[in-house]
């Protein structure tokens, strides 16, 4: 709990101040440890982002401190600019904006659409710039995090236990691509079960192995995708079919549209097709 001390009282970020005839007296409270230091100029962030946070100090100094203490907080804040290696210039630019108050924003007409980016100086923000002309508003999200750099701590979890797209060759590298909702693992000895007994009416490897005596490669499953939703899990599936012309499906699973047939030897591709077909999924209910 604060407590007064020589006239002062700190409270949230705001400093009181008793003064001789009584009166009180407000201006942003600095903690001893504060070290100055917010998003450099230096910092791949989008623009708006650093001039948001900057308008932000800005506009405390301005609705918090009073008369007395404004021109103080000003010096300082441009002081705190220019250690963040900004200018002096682009300080007071940020002072002029925040005493024009909150600003309207353009709305639009009819539905919006909204994208997220990373943020790429000099790319995607000129992508931003195009698109809002289009009624298509831009967020953006960093390349890299202090999340990403950290190690990951917890133990390794075998991706045969989860959930996903699996392949499985012949002797002859002729593949069998499937998606199962539950363990990957449990289902490759599901194919096993299936080719011990025979079954080829219910199973396509068990059929594809008693008709061309083709070893079926169990031990070489691979995982290709480790996901959980359903539909990813469809559409990923048709996209590795697709990438292996000659494969053991039965083609009764998801089919591409011939539009989107590209070179899917590229992962790029791949999160292309299935980045638009979410987002046109989502912006017209078709899943």
């Known amino acids: ?104 924003k353009k709305t639009f007409d009819g539905k919006v659409s909204l994208v997220k980016l990373p943020f790429i100086h000099g790319t995607t923000d000129k992508i931003a710039h195009i698109l809002k002309k289009h009624k298509v508003l831009a967020t953006f999200n960093p390349l890299s995090t202090i999340k990403i750099s950290l190690r990951f701590f917890k133990d390794p979890v075998d991706p045969r236990d989860m959930k996903g797209v699996y392949s499985i060759t012949c002797s002859y590298g002729i593949p069998y691509i499937g998606e199962i909702d539950h363990s990957i693992k449990l289902r490759i000895q599901e194919h096993v079960t299936d080719i011990r007994q025979k079954r080829s009416c219910t199973s396509t490897i068990s059929k594809h192995a008693e008709k061309t005596m083709h070893h079926v490669c169990i031990e070489d499953s691979q995982v290709t995708t480790r996901i959980n939703h359903l539909h990813h899990k469809k559409l990923r599936e048709a996209i590795e079919i697709e990438k292996h012309a000659t494969n053991l499906n039965r083609y009764d699973g998801w089919k591409l549209s011939k539009n989107w047939v590209l070179d899917f030897s590229s992962d790029i591709y791949i999160y292309i097709y299935i980045y638009t077909h979410i987002y046109m999924s989502l912006s017209y209910g078709w899943l």
């Open 1 to 104: 709990m604060d407590v007064e001390f020589d006239g002062f009282l700190p409270f949230l970020n705001v400093l009181l101040c008793k003064l001789d005839d009584g009166s009180l007296s407000h201006c942003i409270f600095h903690k001893k440890t504060h070290t100055d230091q917010y998003l450099r100029v230096s910092s791949h962030h989008f623009p708006a982002q650093k001039f948001g946070f900057f308008n932000t100090l800005a506009t405390w100094a301005l609705r918090i401190s009073d008369v007395n203490h404004l021109g103080y907080e000003k010096s300082h804040l441009l002081k705190v600019f220019e250690k963040n290696g900004y200018s002096k210039h682009q300080g007071l630019k940020y002072f002029q904006r925040a005493c024009k108050g909150h600003r309207i």
